[in-house]
């Protein structure tokens, strides 16, 4: 399991939670979703952790993604837990051959067949410097600028957006 979402409340399914991991059981490895996980009513010993492997069984459910199933929880087993060491080179030998080389591979893909699970690398420095957000950021982040990737030369077009303003509306005080 790679992602744990946090818990929703429906009147369907009750409390429940979404997670996504690696399908290890393919070559190559595939994205899975599995909903819903009602995780809090799961007996102790089927509460996985996040980066742990388990098996269960899946059927199909009414999500048409790929890569959906619902679960059957009563069938959990919890394996081994991968470990940090070696600067994760464990978990980045399943998880490097997902990564894509950009949002629009991702988007192709979804266009193909409804896939909507994917890794990708985000190249943040480029996307401050090119919208010019740097200032913005590093407020938000209570660092300089120019720590962000903007270039020195760009001072003047760091733009802050405007502040917030309250906007009356109708009916309401």
């Given at each position: 399991m790679t992602v744990k979402a946090y818990p929703t409340v429906s009147q369907q399914h009750g409390e429940a939670v979404c997670v996504a991991g690696i399908r290890t059981d393919v070559i190559p490895h595939q994205w899975v979703r599995l909903f819903p996980v009602h995780y809090r009513d799961l007996p102790e010993e089927q509460q996985f952790k996040k980066r742990e492997f388990i098996e269960l069984d899946v059927q199909r459910g009414s999500d048409t993604r790929p890569e959906s199933y619902v679960p059957i929880l009563e069938t959990i087993r919890r394996g081994r837990v991968l470990g940090t060491g070696d600067g994760w080179a464990e978990r980045r030998?399943?998880?490097?051959?997902?990564?894509?080389?950009?949002?629009?591979?991702?988007?192709?893909q979804r266009k193909i067949d409804g896939t909507s699970l994917a890794l990708e690398r985000p190249a943040i420095g480029m996307w401050i410097k090119e919208r010019g957000w740097g200032a913005y950021i590093a407020r938000r982040r209570r660092e300089s600028p120019w720590s962000l990737g903007v270039d020195r030369r760009q001072r003047s077009e760091v733009r802050t957006p405007a502040p917030r303003r309250r906007v009356p509306i109708a009916g309401r005080s």
């Open positions: 030998t399943i998880v490097d051959p997902l990564l894509q080389s950009s949002l629009c591979v991702v988007r192709r």
